[in-house]
């Protein structure tokens, strides 16, 4: 080191122990402020009634009792969430303490004297008295500089316009518990020292805050703010799921005020990655967006009275089933159904049924219809057919809860009711008289009527066995769904071929579900829109921005769902039409690669640069491809993926031997692979034998370090320091492909796989030094 090297290292060291002092002042400050607030608190609650002033002997007087308790319940609520933020504020001082920054930029503005040092971290920090930056928020205006530019002309676009000037340095920082560990001068790009630090480290069962190792082209997502629909094509290991969260992180930090993190929903792949994610945001010091899986989300719009397939059963059923015509038949529905085709098949149907075809429920009540199907049917038509189905159908609503409100009136004088009302319990009468009481404004002195006490108490009696049908009236469930999308397929039952299969065949599969109540996963997308055109749109207009998380296994036909449930909503869109393993299996049609051809109203970008692997994984399963040579490995040294050809008696064995010999080199999370759920299961079944061991299922919801069990399809988007891959015989299918592409690409720093019957056909184009083969000396003979 120079001795202006060894200068600047003491300035910047010294600059940091500055820094560690200002944020023990301001902890200090805060936590007399905290300890404040808390006994505010804890006096607010233990006096909470005793400040409330209560009377209900008047009606004045019990409108003050609730102004009382409303006033303190405020004063509560508001000291809470002071409270609250003060904790905030202290976790982020104290993650600022350990690493306040990893940037510098100085920057000189066009028509300024000298330059302004700026220190970039996950936060900003002000000095004593709060006039000056000591470090800038990574999200802020100014901090773009550091993603976008080397040193040279520069600018940065702040509310008020483009600020232009020249970028004197750059400079990177490696800080940890407040020592300077490295210092780099760097260009436009995040430094390959930085890089190598973070990405040489071992796995996390939480995905990591990549905020110092942004690069440019991750930059453009994060903090793009004109597209209306961003489709992001990134390759494994590209960081574009990273990217997307810092983006979320970046309008809630851009728009603090307008926006919060329930106006952002994110569409995770399965429950396992949603706790994945689950970190990165309060990291920064933000709350968590709303999450759910579309199998989530569409179940609650269909209503739980259907049984919905989920995708991993679908996949489950593609993988498992052998070449027949069962098999064929069910993939051409899901290719159908998935295809904006069929949409407009549904959307010609539902306009259709304006005319007639609408079926109904009659409702019941105690086994005796009281309004038939035919009524309704009837008193629908009759409606004026220039008004749409959803409006009918709330002129509907409200008839048919006038009619159920005169059946309450005639049920009263019934003899169930003086039944029901002899087995009322003690309880269950004093709750009644209470609430008749407060309902009629009786008092107890004047309540001394016998047959009016009674006519009340079995009109509560009547109308509490009539709530359930009152709540199915207000929730349309007077209408047949199931019976309405059936009658599509019974009705368009001509024969025709679909993809070579005949529309008949499609026909009578879907029709024998929909009878017993089921669903197919490619059925409840088509379902839930029908559902939609019918009883009126339920969009939801809180949402802003929409994420879509492995975006490549959404069908046209899904996205356009979501687009109708969001018409006032950004969206962008993640994927990597590489790792389609739903639509792989099918052949169906990706939303990634429809859309990201499509014209100007998209913005597309591309990444096709991978971090998560070394260099030899990378250089081998980009070979598994047929456009793989475009993908680039960061230069991560690393050792060369094996293939190990055995007998199947002696799988297990060897992958003991290998998951041994990953721990001993301090491998922390090591995932074993499978073909699929079935697979995973005999495999986890084995290895627990031996070894502490967790089984990754779809209801899994939290992931776990050490070793894992885990179907490739449910890997995806997660990452683990050794992969180990069971049995690659098994995927001899070209449908398989991006299953087992997908699969590999989960290795950080170590891959292996092993096979039983030899080499999968699927690595045909894969040259044999871009791996090590291994046999024992029984499985010689095993060759390509």
């Known amino acids: 080191m120079s001795d202006e090297q060894s200068f600047e290292w003491k300035k910047e060291q010294e600059r940091i122990e500055f820094i560690g002092e200002s944020i023990d002042a301001k902890v200090r400050k805060l936590l007399g402020s905290a300890g404040s607030v808390s006994k505010d608190v804890l006096n607010l609650r233990r006096t909470f009634w005793e400040d409330v002033t209560v009377n209900f002997d008047e009606a004045d007087d019990v409108a003050e009792t609730a102004a009382s308790i409303k006033q303190q319940a405020e004063l509560l609520s508001e000291r809470e969430r002071t409270h609250m933020q003060l904790d905030q504020q202290l976790q982020t001082l104290a993650r600022l303490k350990f690493s306040p920054y990893f940037g510098r930029i100085d920057f000189s503005e066009t028509g300024e ?3 302004e040092k700026v220190y970039i971290g996950i936060a900003s920090l002000m000095d004593e008295k709060d006039e000056n930056f000591l470090i800038y928020d990574w999200r802020a205006p100014i901090s773009s500089l550091y993603y976008d530019y080397a040193p040279g002309p520069a600018h940065y676009i702040t509310p008020g316009g483009i600020i232009e000037g020249e970028m004197k340095l750059k400079r990177q920082f490696l ?4 020592v300077l560990k490295g210092m780099f001068e760097t260009g436009i790009t995040i430094g390959d020292e930085i890089l190598q630090e973070a990405l040489g480290e071992n796995a996390s069962n939480q995905m990591k805050t990549i905020v110092a190792t942004i690069q440019r082209e991750q930059n453009q997502i994060i903090r793009n703010e004109r597209s209306n629909l961003l489709v992001v094509q990134g390759v494994a290991g590209s960081g574009k799921t990273s990217a997307a969260l810092q983006r979320v992180a970046y309008l809630l930090y851009r728009h603090r005020g307008t926006l919060n993190a ?24 933000e709350e968590n967006m709303q999450q759910s899986t579309f199998q989530e989300f569409i179940q609650q719009r269909i209503g739980p009275e259907f049984e919905v397939e989920d995708a991993f059963s679908q996949i489950e059923f593609l993988l498992n089933r052998a070449e027949d015509n069962t098999l064929k038949e069910k993939m051409a529905a899901i290719r159908l159904k998935g295809s904006l085709a069929f949409k407009r098949l549904l959307d010609e149907y539902a306009e259709s049924l304006s005319k007639g075809g609408l079926l109904f429920h009659d409702l019941i009540f105690r086994k005796e ?6 009524m309704i049917d009837d008193y629908f038509y009759s409606l004026d057919p220039g008004i749409s189905i959803p409006n009918r159908l709330q002129f509907v609503k409200e008839w048919l809860l006038k009619e159920l409100k005169k059946k309450v009136k005639q049920e009263r004088k019934k003899e169930w009711v003086e039944e029901e009302l002899q087995y009322l319990e003690k309880e269950d009468y004093m709750e009644a ?13 004047t309540f001394d009527d016998f047959d009016r006490e009674q006519k009340l108490l079995a009109e509560m009696v009547v109308k509490q066995k009539f709530k359930p049908l009152f709540a199915k009236v207000k929730k349309l469930k007077f209408v047949d769904l199931a019976s309405i999308y059936r009658h599509f397929f019974e009705k368009g039952s001509e024969e025709k071929k679909v993809a070579g299969v005949s529309w008949e065949a499609i026909c009578r599969q879907t029709i024998s579900q929909l009878e017993k109540m089921q669903v197919s996963y490619e059925d409840a997308t088509p379902l839930a829109y029908l559902q939609d055109l019918l009883e009126g749109r339920r969009s939801s207009t809180s949402i802003r921005h929409v994420f879509i998380d492995e975006a490549q296994d959404y069908t046209p036909f899904q996205f356009a769902l979501i687009q109708h449930f969001f018409p006032y909503s950004k969206m962008t869109l993640l994927g990597d039409f590489h790792q389609a393993i739903f639509s792989g299996a099918t052949g169906s049609p990706s939303v990634i690669t429809e859309i990201f051809n499509q014209g100007d109203e998209v913005e597309r970008i591309e990444l096709l640069k991978t971090y998560r692997s070394t260099k030899p994984i990378v250089e081998f399963t980009k070979q598994l491809l047929d456009d793989g040579e475009k993908i680039q490995p960061f230069n991560r040294s690393g050792e060369k993926p094996t293939v190990t050809l055995v007998r199947a008696p002696q799988l297990i064995p060897k992958i003991l031997e290998e998951i041994v010999q990953l721990r001993e080199k301090g491998l922390g999370t090591i995932a074993v692979i499978c073909r699929t759920a079935k697979e995973s299961q005999e495999v986890f079944s084995l290895l627990k034998k ?6 990754v299922e779809k209801a899994t919801i939290t992931f776990e370090r050490g070793v894992s069990v885990i179907p490739a399809y449910l890997a995806k988007g997660i990452e683990f320091d050794g992969v180990l891959l069971y049995d690659i015989s098994q995927y001899k299918r070209e449908h398989e492909r991006k299953l087992f592409y997908t699969a590999c690409t989960r290795a950080m720093h170590e891959l292996h796989l092993f096979s039983s019957s030899g080499i999968s056909p699927l ?18 003979h095993l060759s390509r």
């Open 175 to 178: 800080i940890r518990a407040g």
């Open 369 to 374: 219809i009281v309004v038939s199907k035919q």
């Open 690 to 695: 031996h070894i502490p061991v967790h089984l």
């Open 262 to 285: 329930d106006n952002i929903l994110l569409f995770s792949p399965n429950p396992l990655f949603t706790s994945y994610v689950a970190t990165v945001l309060p990291e920064l010091g």
């Open 113 to 115: 004297q000298g330059s």
């Open 433 to 445: 008289f209470s609430r008749l009481l407060s309902k009629n404004h009786y008092s107890d002195k």
């Open 763 to 780: 690595m045909k184009n894969v040259h044999q030094e871009k791996y090590i083969l291994a046999a024992d000396e029984t499985e010689n």
